[in-house]
T-cell receptor
């Protein structure tokens, strides 16, 4: 049973436009959410995170929105750039989570020139 | 400051062979993790450690063993490799909620 779901395996966006990546979760115990970016043949790198006590966190071109009632979060990238082409993983943590992150399957974002 | 490093980067094993993957971190983090990533899947937790001398099972521990004899190192062992263990293996260490990942080890079992 998948606790973190990214239902779009891929997403194509034109350069300069907004990219919106979505993530749903089922476990109410999750209290912290993270987005990771992954290029081929590299490890995931941390992008942005949000605590469950907030509904928005912004860092430059990246904004994460959290809707707790819907158990949904989204990552907005504005404006999208060619270097943003990568696989994006949504991950969730619970209770100070020593026992690792729960990851979604990832969304492959392709930025078209 | 190298962060998290993994050795080796690539390996091909025959079914039944054994090997050890080494993870090292220089950030003095207490928590370390081993994940595997398969095509179309997210990262799945194999084992983790909350400090030197401790280990615990994650979501997919079968067929793997781990050891954390030194704080900076976390070893993942395959005693008898199977084709189902063909995967990319990532090690991570953690500070607060954020996990820092190594570059990965691509393992093929034939």
């Amino acid at each position: 049973d998948q606790q973190v779901k990214q239902n779009s395996p891929s997403l194509s966006v034109q350069e300069g436009r907004i990219s919106i990546l979505n993530c749903d979760y089922t476990n109410s115990m999750f209290d912290y959410f993270l987005w990771y970016k992954k290029y081929p043949a590299e490890g995931p790198t941390f992008l942005i995170s949000i605590s469950s006590i907030k509904d928005k966190n912004e860092d430059g071109r990246f904004t994460v929105f959290l809707n707790k009632s819907a158990k949904h979060l989204s990552l907005h990238i504005v404006p999208s750039q060619p270097g943003d082409s990568a696989v994006y993983f949504c991950a969730a943590d619970s209770g100070g989570g020593a026992d690792g992150l729960t990851f979604g399957k990832g969304t492959h974002l392709i930025i078209q020139p | 400051n190298a962060g998290v490093t993994q050795t080796p980067k690539f390996r091909v094993l025959k079914t039944g062979q054994s090997m050890t993957l080494l993870c090292a971190q220089d950030m003095n983090h207490e928590y370390m993790y081993w994940y595997r990533q398969d095509p179309g899947m997210g990262l799945r937790l194999i084992h983790y450690s909350v400090g030197e001398g401790t280990t615990a099972k994650g979501e997919v521990p079968d067929g793997y063993n781990v050891s954390r004899l030194k704080k900076q190192n976390f070893l993942l062992g395959l005693e008898s490799a199977a084709p189902s263990q063909t995967s990319v293996y990532f090690c991570a260490s953690r500070e607060f909620y954020e996990q820092y990942f190594g570059p990965g080890t691509r393992l093929t079992v034939t």
